[in-house]
């Protein structure tokens, strides 16, 4: 019986390639993301509760997430904003893009000892 659904045959060296190219920009966000969070200046905290009627969650014993950084006056780049804001999203795509190319990269056969890069 034949496959009726199209299945992308990926070798794993193209997937060893996908798994160092999204390593290396991972490490960069997060590097960025400390530098942004510790020494760019930080925004007043405006209090959610007082002025768009924000409600803490009374399961959670933080009070946080009615707290948020206002950026907009802020004298830092833009990139470094967008990093500030979107930081986990960028970390658990890139994660979730290395873990996969490295689980596809793997040798199956355990005959095979040689390190990821074949070294």
Known sequence: MENKYFTLKISKELWRIVFVSSIVPLVII?????????????GR?????????CEPD????TRNQCYQEDMTNLDIPEWAKGIR??????????GFVSVVAYSKSEDKNPSNKNDMFGV
């Open 58 to 61: 009374p399961e959670l014993r």
């Open 30 to 42: 997060l590097g960025l993301t400390f530098y942004v969070n510790h020494y760019m200046p930080h």
């Open 85 to 94: 804001v979107n930081w986990l999203g960028i970390v658990f795509l890139l």
């Open 45 to 53: 905290i405006i209090d959610l509760e007082k002025e768009a009627g």
